[in-house]
């Protein structure tokens, strides 16, 4: 797939250290996904969660309080927690859905920050435009940064109705992380990216990055830039998996309606269906793996000491092409228990 500067920059890799910010040209290929952003508006990282890591490390002192919307990626939440004070503010449990005036509500004199994960992990929701605006909104009133974890949104269902614009380009004080871990199904190269439109806090997200992992990997950046300009022939590929692991489930689920309640996660990378059985999402979970050898993710996983988050549910992995093999063993695995 590589185009012949991609091309030559691979046969002259040397291995040595590189630009500490991302190459130019692949933060240049970053920037072309956004509206209002330059090259200088982007960071390069060792993934989503380290971009995620950097940002907190740059807004936020121990002085500082932050807003967490749950549930989130534990490694998320604990890049705030691990420095200053926070609230937690879970979805709806009956529909998912993030209520404003709840977060308006949570903010302190001293809040600097409100992190969220859009689409989220593990529910599968989006966030409309209506309730981004919203949330703007009350961040603008109080001089907030906004930070979105925004790995999923290519493996949103459906894209055209995609849940929502990268918050940088809706936010002045908006900062977007993205990668190529989850939609690309590429998190091997470990290339994610933060970006901001206030150069003072890239610089400074930079420095917590020092202690981190300095640069990229060289021969990553090269590939990473082959898959960004590849985009739609490497997520078509990506999305027709989960697609068809996505009916999958669904089909499955549809044979167990006494244990399963519908998959309503507006992904392509997992289902999120609520576990109905009266041993419980982490019991079934627990027997599944050790009887079967299939791992599905009880949403206890997603605990939380800033607040409680949905119970009894269990996240159902869509992305691979063995996922189907999976799905079959479950169905066997479920048909066979309950008929015991
Ligand atoms: C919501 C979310 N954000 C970030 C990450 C980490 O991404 P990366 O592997 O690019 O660091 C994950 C990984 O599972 C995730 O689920």
Redo the contacts with the bound molecule.
Sequence with gaps: MGEEDDLARWQNLAFGYVDPRGAPWLRTAIAGRHEQVSSDDVLCC?????A?ACVAGALLQPSDHAVVVLP??Q??EQAVTGLCAATGVPLSYSDWQLDVDRVAASIRPNTKLILI?FPN?PTGVGLDQQTLLALVDVCRRYGLWLVN?E??AQSECDLARASVAPVVDSYERGIS?N????GFGL?GL???WAVCREQAVLARALHAKSILSSCVSSASEILAHVALRSEPTITARTREIGRQNRRHLHSVLAAFPDLFGRDDAQTLAFGFPRYLGPDGADHFAARLVRDAGLMVLPSTLWRSPLGSVPGNHVRIGLGHRRNAEGLDAFQQFVAVRRAA
């Design positions: 060792a993934g989503a969660q380290e995620v989130i990626y490694p998320s994960n992990s974890d790995v999923y992380i990668g190529l871990s989850k998190p470990r290339v994610g």
